[in-house]
């Protein structure tokens, strides 16, 4: 697990709080991401500069 985890867990701990990390698929793009993990993707709805 990376120090980020650990610290993630570690800071969750000392609240009390109960968490489970998980393994994602791999995934070629963001749009494939977002679609293995049951989220529909948007477009960005930022303004132009």
């Known amino acids: 697990m990376s120090d980020g985890s ?3 867990r570690a800071a969750a ?3 009390g ?5 998980r393994e994602r698929p791999r995934a070629r793009s963001l749009h494939e991401a977002a679609e ?3 989220i529909e993707p948007r477009t960005s709805s ?3 500069s």
């Open 13 to 15: 701990e000392a609240r």
């Open 17 to 21: 709080l109960e968490i489970e990390f």
């Open 6 to 8: 650990e610290r993630v």
């Open 46 to 48: 930022r303004p132009s």
């Open 36 to 38: 293995l993990m049951g």
